[in-house]
């Protein structure tokens, strides 16, 4: 099967938190998507590997993904090794991906900032005929980093205004992970994300990156090269009126 995007991700919950409004936009409008994680997060303090897949199935019901998968870099290894990027040249060669969505390089988990690294890296080594994994090589048109934790200045802000109640219905399918009602049943232990607040602080970053753009609720994305417009004053209508800061 053939893929329009396709999101990786080092952990279940990290694409959902960052960028599922997107996804959910995008499987709207008729694109095929899919979530990859490196890991299946058993280091996490609350759940279990087996509670995570579960949780990343019905989260993938939610989004529409056409795919989604789990690779078996061990959780809190995510390492630049050979090994670790032809698993990921392997799984771009297999769904072909017009663009890929990766973390941010700068975040603060380990595995987020490798998971970038190891994606970009996976995403030019893919399209080298001479690399031989047994298929059709295969290169991404553009990697796009989503934001984990720390800020970026966006190349482009996603409206997710219609689609913001879905992305929090995905992110909410972590029963273990965030403040849920079930949540109790998963240890009584709290953590940073599991916090009430947590789902606060997602639905105002969502708003703040919606302000930029003058809509409710946006998600943020960065390139790491000049972006191509062919005709600027088509490119900038009357809606950029209101983004003036
Ligand atoms: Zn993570």
């Given at each position: 099967m053939k893929l329009d995007i396709l999101a990786f991700g080092a952990h279940a919950d990290d694409v959902e938190l960052a960028c599922s409004g997107t996804i959910i936009k995008l499987g709207a409008l008729g694109y095929k998507t899919g979530i990859i994680t490196?890991?299946?997060?058993?280091?996490?303090?609350?759940?279990s590997a087996e509670i995570r897949a579960k949780e990343f199935q019905e989260a993938s019901e939610m989004i529409g993904l056409a795919v989604h998968a789990m690779l078996d870099v061990p959780d809190g290894c995510v390492e630049d090794t050979w090994e670790n990027k032809l698993k990921i040249i392997k799984e771009i060669r297999d769904y072909k991906p017009r663009v890929v969505f990766a973390p941010y390089?700068?975040?603060?988990h380990p595995d987020h900032e490798e998971t970038s690294h190891l994606v970009r890296k996976a995403a030019y080594l893919a399209?080298?005929?001479?690399?031989?994994?047994?298929q059709e090589p295969s290169r991404p048109n553009k990697v796009i980093y989503y934001q984990t934790r720390f800020e970026f200045d966006p190349s482009f802000i996603v409206d997710i205004s219609d689609f913001h109640e879905q992305k929090v219905k995905s992110i909410l399918a972590y029963k273990s992970q965030?403040?849920?009602?079930?949540?109790?049943e998963f240890g009584d232990e709290e953590t940073l994300i599991s916090h009430p607040e947590f789902m606060d602080k997602i639905a105002t970053r969502d708003k703040q990156y919606g302000a930029y753009i003058g809509v409710r609720y946006g998600e943020p994305f960065l390139v790491r090269e000049a972006l191509k417009v062919d005709d600027p004053v088509a490119f900038f209508g009357p809606e950029y009126l209101d983004t003036i800061p």
């Open positions: 490196l890991t299946r997060g058993e280091m996490a303090t609350r759940g390089w700068i975040s603060r399209g080298l005929k001479k690399l031989d994994t047994a965030f403040d849920h009602p079930q949540k109790a």
